[in-house]
């Protein structure tokens, strides 16, 4: 009985797997939310889904920051003003499988033309969808959705960057940049593998665009016009 219960609250979420969309400021939603989380991690151990890690295992990026390995670079720009640089330290050692996509897709400049396709002041930003300007899927430096090598990254200072999964579970190009100090409900379902080290002020300006409802896209183009490997890591 337990299992069936559990297998119905994992597919009434599933949808969550394809990216964050509920903003912070719902606070009460968040609650729930965040209240919910250990009953689908333990449905997930029934069913034979990736157990959540240990509480030892676990990394506060402000007590336990990781090692920046590699930098890149994102130029964005929303409509036709002037661009602004998002310079994105990646955690290589932590990291290593989802960074190498991460850096294969900068130094190719693939992320070139895409969009943040989703936008939710003080939640995230969403981006980076090769392939799919609708934000649906994306394509990683190796052809196909990977697994991202851990999730024990915890979700608590702004400026980090994640990737956005898809409903099989895996990732592509996809990512988004944590707006919000407080993002526990992403700690165990989004590995974040890096952090906006300069270029949070422009940030904050994508966070103010207008938007569409109800996928919250941006009514005004937010475009990566070019991307690189920075040489001062």
């Not at 409900?185 to 409802?213: C, H, L, N, R, T």
Request: hydrophobic share 35%; with cysteine; net charge positive.
């Amino acid at each position: 009985m337990f299992k069936i219960f559990s297998l119905l609250l994992l597919i009434s979420t599933v949808s969550s797997f394809s990216g964050p969309k509920v903003p912070t400021k719902h606070a009460k939603q968040y609650d729930r939310r965040n209240a919910i989380q250990t009953t689908i991690s333990s449905a997930m151990l029934v069913l034979g889904g990736n157990p959540a890690p240990s509480a030892a295992a676990y990394l506060d990026p402000n007590t336990d920051p990781p090692v920046v390995t590699k930098r890149v670079y994102l130029d964005v720009q929303i409509g036709d003003k002037e661009p602004g640089r998002l310079t994105i330290g990646l955690f290589g050692e932590l990291m290593p499988k989802t960074v190498d996509n991460f850096e294969q897709l900068c130094s190719t400049n693939s992320y070139a033309g895409t969009t943040f396709y989703r936008v939710l002041s003080d939640f995230t930003i969403q981006g980076g969808a090769i392939g799919d300007p609708t934000g649906k899927t994306g394509k990683s430096a190796f052809g196909s959705s990977f697994e991202p090598d851990n999730y024990r990254l915890m979700h608590t200072k702004k400026g980090l960057v994640s990737m956005v999964r898809s409903l099989s579970g895996g990732v592509d190009s996809r990512f988004f940049i944590n707006c919000n100090d407080d993002a526990g409900w992403a700690d165990d379902k989004y590995a974040a593998f890096g952090i906006v080290e300069d270029g949070m002020d422009y940030v904050k300006k994508i966070e103010k665009v207008s938007v569409s409802p109800p996928k919250n896209s941006p009514k005004t183009p937010v475009t990566i016009i070019g991307c690189g490997v920075l040489n001062n890591a």
